[in-house]
């Protein structure tokens, strides 16, 4: 089974500054990951997604994400943040298709992170 | 393309009710969900199928039910509408290739009031 537990539901940068939204995940086989966005009434956009190539992912809007096993972490970053930012960010977990094929059918979200930027 | 399109976009249903929401999606996409987003809960799964005439239970299909009779749409039942589903329900598609990987599109959901 897979879990992912996002740290902070809730997080405030000043415009410019650096932008980090933390994402662990738990799973019994390595696994993709996926970080999602959404803008206020509106529905989920994938950001990124990790699919077991490079560990270093790069999305659009300037954000990045980089996978580290040793860590059990997904961590989502942007140099500088700019207001149109804002919104809230899901990390999400799937069993990784090269191993297994079981369970690729759904995918885990965590509880979300809602960013705040700071004028 | 217009991708996974809901209809409506707003509802207010009495206690008792019943409803259909519609979910279409126009990218041929085999796999496609319904979750509902509550504040701070994040996205449950209500269902999902992976195939047209193939549907299976989330982690949340008490009061739902769901039918996909073709590739393109998805929609959700409501049968005697309780409060406790007052909540903003997504629809959303995925490729799902030979990679296995569940790369999610999703609607611009529906937000639903039960009174």
């Known amino acids: 089974a897979q879990s992912v537990t996002q740290l902070g539901s809730h997080v405030s940068v000043s415009e410019g500054a650096l932008v980090l939204l933390r994402c662990n995940y738990s799973s019994s086989v390595p696994p993709y990951l996926f970080w999602y966005v959404q803008y206020p009434n509106q529905g989920l956009q994938l950001l990124l997604k990790y699919t077991s190539a490079a560990t270093l992912v790069k999305g659009i809007n300037g954000f990045e994400a980089e996978f580290k096993k040793s860590e059990t972490s997904f961590h989502l970053t942007k140099p500088s943040a700019h207001m149109s930012d804002a919104a809230e960010y899901f990390c999400?977990?799937?069993?990784?298709?090269?191993?297994?094929?079981?369970?690729?059918?759904?995918?885990?979200f965590g509880t979300g992170t809602r960013l705040t930027i700071i004028p | 393309n217009a991708g996974v399109t809901q209809t409506p976009k707003f509802r207010i249903l009495k206690i008792g009710q019943s409803m259909t929401l519609q979910c279409a999606q126009d990218?041929?996409?085999?796999?496609m969900y319904w979750y509902r987003q509550d504040p701070g809960m994040g996205l449950k799964l209500i269902y999902y199928?992976?195939?047209?005439?193939?549907?299976d239970k989330g982690e949340v299909p008490n009061g739902y039910n769901v039918s996909r009779s073709t590739t393109e749409d998805f929609p959700l039942r409501l049968e005697l509408a309780a409060p406790s589903q007052t909540s903003v329900y997504f629809c959303a598609s995925s490729p799902m290739g030979l990679e296995m990987i569940n790369e999610q599109f999703f609607g611009p959901g529906t937000r639903l009031t039960v009174l």
């Open positions: 990218m041929n996409h085999n796999y």
């Open positions: 999400a977990v799937s069993p990784g298709g090269l191993i297994s094929n079981f369970g690729n059918e759904k995918l885990t």
């Open positions: 199928s992976v195939g047209a005439g193939i549907t």
